[in-house]
């Protein structure tokens, strides 16, 4: 049976449910309140994320390193997995929904040689001494004029505490190419025609990204990346 849903508007809105998601798109000027009960027909798809920020071409793509990401789990994971599967199913086949801390912006990836016990001591002590956080998306933002729609993440505060922290740890780092731009993507692979990139910017994510972990995976594209170790993240902090 289809979800409950009551939504109260108070200018013009309009909505797109997706397999019992429900999806609010803000037209400009109006504004709306949802309240939603959601069916949870979404499971992820098993497979280890890494970044893909570095595929936007293939002279992008770099060799073999290992990236630290956070997955988007729960109702905010659910919801940005319906929403890349309605404007990129490749994207929602692929992996799942996650911000990079190392490997894309600020820093590049890790050394692969770097040995699993090196890296689980130096990480693990930065996730023992950090305390999970709760985060607000804002609202989308279209990367370089391309298709590519992302959810960005404010850079300073906790997060970045947790960035930098990672950042200047002492493993080896490769380069990035950009400045630290914590972000989660939507819509990646597909070519949007100009409705579906007026109906992604307009997408407005309630649900907060949850950040209770960091995650470790090896890349060597274009393999599928290869899970090393998950680090709860325990501190009071």
């Known amino acids: 049976a289809p979800p409950t849903t009551r939504c109260v508007q108070t200018a013009v809105s309009h909505h797109r449910s997706i397999s019992g998601i429900t999806i609010s798109f803000l037209r400009p000027g109006g504004r709306h309140r949802c309240a939603s009960r959601l069916s949870l027909h979404h499971l992820f798809v098993a497979?280890?994320?890494?970044?893909?920020?570095?595929e936007l071409s293939d002279k992008w793509r770099r060799g073999p390193g290992i990236f630290v990401v956070i997955d988007a789990r729960g109702p905010a994971g659910e919801r940005i997995h319906a929403i890349q599967h309605a404007y990129d199913p490749k994207l929602a086949n692929?992996?799942?929904p996650h911000l990079t801390l190392a490997g894309s912006s600020g820093v590049g990836p890790i050394d692969p040689k770097t040995s699993r016990e090196r890296l689980r001591e130096v990480l693990g002590e930065i996730a023992a001494s950090t305390a999970?956080?709760?985060?607000a998306f804002k609202a989308p933002i279209r990367f370089m004029q391309s298709d590519i729609i992302v959810l960005p993440l404010d850079h300073h505060g906790p997060l970045r505490d947790l960035y930098e922290r990672i950042a200047t740890c002492g493993l080896a780092f490769q380069p990035a190419r950009f400045?630290?731009?914590?972000?989660v993507t939507l819509s990646f692979f597909r070519t949007l025609t100009p409705l579906q990139r007026r109906e992604l910017l307009a997408v407005r994510l309630e649900e907060p990204l949850v950040v209770d972990h960091i995650r470790c995976s090896l890349t060597d594209e274009p393999l599928p990346p290869r899970a090393l170790f998950e680090l709860p993240l325990t501190g009071d902090r």
Do not use: E, G, K
């Not at 400045?179 to 972000?183: D, G, I, V, Y």
């Open 47 to 54: 497979r280890v994320s890494s970044s893909i920020d570095a």
């Open 94 to 96: 692929y992996l799942p």
């Open 132 to 135: 999970p956080m709760t985060l």
């Open 179 to 183: 400045s630290f731009t914590p972000h």
